[in-house]
């Protein structure tokens, strides 16, 4: 099947080459990063995954990337060796130490991977020190991380080529113990080292703010910042087509996806796998109009909505919940209407949309009035509020 909902890149990647040049083009020739950022689900881990695949054939460059997501547990620690091992495998692919392996390996089987590895003996000693130094039971974190975020630069040196390093959702190193210290450090170190580019993504604004964003950030203005952008109707279009070829589709269809999607790629995938599933009732070459694609959102939300909106739901407060249904049964758009509904003071209700806002769940549109963002989490909360029809 050729949706998915996993990050894509290459032929997959729809409507971004416009970002991915330009990513690519500040990385190679101006040696300056980015800092992506962009609601969940946008496609930054995509855009990623291909600026990675583009880089990957220029000469002179190496490149990884890496998610602060994956890691568990997600601890500092976690973080740097996994970073080691990605840059080490990253230029020297003949070392072949996996992450797993690193606590069970004793100093004479480290060394052994570096035998024939053609690094000065200097580099190649702080490497096998570097690997062998977490089974000590007192480490000083601090020290070896800045000893691992020089490594990138001094093998770029000797193999005389550039280190480009993507980090994704790179604001949770905000979370570890000494995270906010690490950061600092970076940003001085990314001044220094000319051959190491570095680039972020998260998808929270606000703690993109604290890294990058905003002027009082530590990488303040060292990356350039660049929102990564619902797709647009055209590249729905072509998506759609390209992938459901075995159906006529009526322009009508386009403009229900794109209206339940908000341009937002996951849902847009979600949608086609809806409609592949439905192959049983739609014949190849029959046509697919608008009516019937939002029949099947609408019964994909009512069988399956929970699996993917529960957990969004539930980590509202009780007070937001609240806000949230009047929305989406009552079509409230502004606090004076909400306060009819619910008997609360409007001021209450606007500290609570203007929150609401923050979290990016309801947006507000030119004329003020408040919506919630994303259609088909307001469809499932129809349902899940007044019941089943
Ligand atoms: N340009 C694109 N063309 C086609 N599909 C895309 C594109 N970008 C993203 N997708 C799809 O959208 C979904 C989300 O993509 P991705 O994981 O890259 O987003 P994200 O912004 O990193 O999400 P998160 O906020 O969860 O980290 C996936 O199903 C992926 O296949
Ligand atoms: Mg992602």
């Not at 093998?155 to 959702?169: K, M």
């Not at 959102?297 to 539930?314: A, M, P, Q, V």
């Not at 209700?349 to 989490?377: E, T």
Request: include cysteine; glycine fraction near 4%; proline fraction near 3%.
């Amino acid at each position: 099947m050729a949706f998915t909902l996993r990050p894509v890149w290459g032929e997959k990647l729809v409507g971004r080459e416009n970002d991915v040049v330009e990513i690519v083009n500040s990385i190679t020739k101006n040696k300056t990063g980015v800092a992506l950022y962009g609601v969940r689900r946008v496609g930054k881990t995509s855009l990623f995954y291909e600026v990675e695949n583009r880089l990957k054939k220029e000469p002179h460059v190496k490149v990884l990337y890496l998610s602060l997501w994956g890691l568990l547990p997600s601890t500092l620690e976690n973080f740097l060796l996994e970073l080691l091992i990605k840059v080490l495998s990253t230029h020297l692919p003949e070392v072949s130490i996996k992450f797993r392996e690193i606590m069970k390996l004793d100093l004479p089987s480290i060394k052994k991977n570096f035998e024939h590895v053609k690094i000065s003996e200097t580099l190649k000693d702080k490497v096998v020190y570097l690997l062998d130094v977490w089974k000590n039971k007192e480490i000083d974190t601090y020290k070896i991380a800045q000893d691992i975020f020089k490594l990138p630069q001094k093998l770029a040196e000797e193999n005389n080529c550039v280190t480009v390093i993507l980090l994704d959702e790179f604001p949770t190193v905000l979370k570890y113990e000494g995270g906010k210290s690490i950061v600092e450090f970076l940003r001085t170190l990314n001044e220094k080292q000319d051959r190491v580019v570095y680039s972020i993504a998260g998808s929270e604004r606000s703690t993109m703010e604290q890294v990058a964003l905003d002027a009082n950030s530590p990488f303040y203005k060292q990356f350039i910042s660049k929102e990564v952008m619902p797709l647009d109707k055209e590249s729905i279009s072509k998506f759609i087509k390209d992938n459901l070829a075995w159906l006529k589709i009526k322009d009508d269809a386009i403009d229900v996806i794109y209206r339940y999607s908000s341009g937002l790629p996951y849902h847009i995938n979600l949608i086609g796998i809806t409609i592949e599933n439905s192959r049983f009732e739609l014949k190849e070459g029959s046509v697919l109009d608008g009516k019937t694609v939002e029949k099947f959102i609408l019964r994909f939300l009512k069988r399956e909505g929970s699996l993917y909106y529960t957990e969004e739901f539930e980590s509202l407060g009780e007070q937001e919940k609240h806000i949230l249904g009047t929305m989406a049964l009552y079509g409230a758009s502004n606090p004076k209407d909400m306060e009819r509904i619910t008997h609360k003071a409007a001021s209450y209700i606007s500290a609570y949309l203007y929150r609401l806002k923050k979290k990016k769940i309801v947006m507000q549109d030119l004329h003020g009035a408040y919506r919630i963002r994303d259609p088909m989490f307001e469809q499932w909360l129809k349902y899940e509020l007044k019941g089943l029809e």
